[in-house]
């Protein structure tokens, strides 16, 4: 698909999930009036966990571009730059990811092949940790949600596993493929190059342990921010309800199908909260909230990093 037919895609996605919220609201606007609930407790609570959160996100990305060899950059000049590609992110698909690999490179010497890499592992880390924690908090809590008659305590190790040796397959698979055309043999090879980037970063049991203790502390205070977001509009979340919404935050937060999923999550969020027996808007308005208070809250420490730059 071309450029800008996926952006149109991306437009057409982003402005029926809004005109469908919209709708909705217009037809049950007493479910709206619950945002009035929200006081300045559950804002400053919000915006307190939300920069926590940019905070390790960013930590975290720093761990496996060093990893990958950047030692130069420092952690000021990194958080400047992780912080702005977020705000770009909440207005361009895919517009973090092509900010910080064109600045790494210009700057550092980074080539977009290792940046590429790091944005997979990041990926690849997330969502097999996000798995993990899931699968431990369920089978804790003892629950017996079910997709397709699996139980998901029996059904998750399954797609963990499947995930863990994902890189080592596809280097294996790679490394065996024999590619003579020229054009074929240069992508080959650069992919070859990110699946080996890949393989050894699961493989440095040190940074996979960091990478771990992150995502745990990210994934409780992710799910604290949930917690509060809907305590906001009166709705009180027992701990597996409060788990389910941030597994997917977190997940749908891995693939953009709009800028920042704009529209996307918030269905997502409602679909939830009616499977769970709260109403569609419920589920919209508290993670609306989360997003709200998170796109200030990027949005001003992107000006004040760009500020400083610019004084510089």
Same mark, same amino acid.
């Given at each position: ?123 690849? &880390?997330?969502?097999?940790?996000? #798995?993990? *924690?899931?699968? %431990?908090? /369920?089978? +804790? ?5 079910? @997709? ?57 049991? &040190?940074?996979?342990?960091?990478? #771990?203790? *992150?995502?745990? %502390?990210? /994934?409780? +205070? ?5 917690? @509060? ?84």
């Amino acid at each position: 698909m071309s450029p800008v037919k996926r952006k149109w895609l991306e437009f057409a996605v982003a402005f029926l999930s809004i005109a469908f919220i919209s709708s909705y609201f217009l037809r049950h606007f007493d479910e709206f009036r619950k945002i009035a609930n929200l006081g300045a407790a559950h804002i400053i609570g919000i915006l307190a966990l939300s920069f926590t959160i940019h905070l390790l996100i960013g930590y975290k990305v720093l761990l496996i571009l060093k990893q990958l060899g950047l030692r130069a950059i420092t952690c000021m000049e990194w958080l400047r730059i992780f912080t702005v590609s977020r705000f770009i992110n909440f207005h361009l698909t895919q517009g973090a990811n092509v900010y910080r690999s064109i600045l790494l490179k210009k700057d550092y010497d980074f080539s977009y092949t290792k940046s590429i890499s790091v944005m997979l592992i990041f990926a690849w &880390v997330d969502v097999v940790f996000i #798995f993990f *924690l899931a699968w %431990i908090a /369920f089978a +804790f809590a003892g629950s017996h949600w079910k @997709i397709s008659r699996l139980d998901l305590v029996f059904l998750l190790p399954m797609v963990l596993l499947a995930l863990i040796v994902a890189p080592m397959a596809i280097y294996a698979i790679f490394k065996r493929l024999d590619v003579r055309t020229p054009r074929l043999r240069w992508l080959h090879d650069k992919c070859l190059e990110m699946a080996a980037y890949a393989k050894e970063s699961v493989r440095d049991h &040190v940074l996979l342990r960091r990478l #771990f203790l *992150l995502s745990v %502390i990210s /994934f409780i +205070f992710y799910a604290l921010a949930v917690y @509060i977001a809907f305590a906001g509009i009166g709705v009180h979340l027992n701990a597996e309800a409060s788990l389910l919404f941030t597994v997917v935050i977190l997940l749908s937060s891995v693939v953009n199908i709009t800028p920042n999923n704009i529209g996307v999550m918030e269905l997502l969020y409602g679909g939830l909260a009616h499977v769970m027996g709260l109403t569609l808007g419920e589920g919209v308005l508290a993670c609306g909230i989360i997003r709200v208070l998170g796109y200030f809250l990027v949005a001003g420490l992107a000006l004040l990093c760009l500020g400083k730059k610019n004084k510089k």
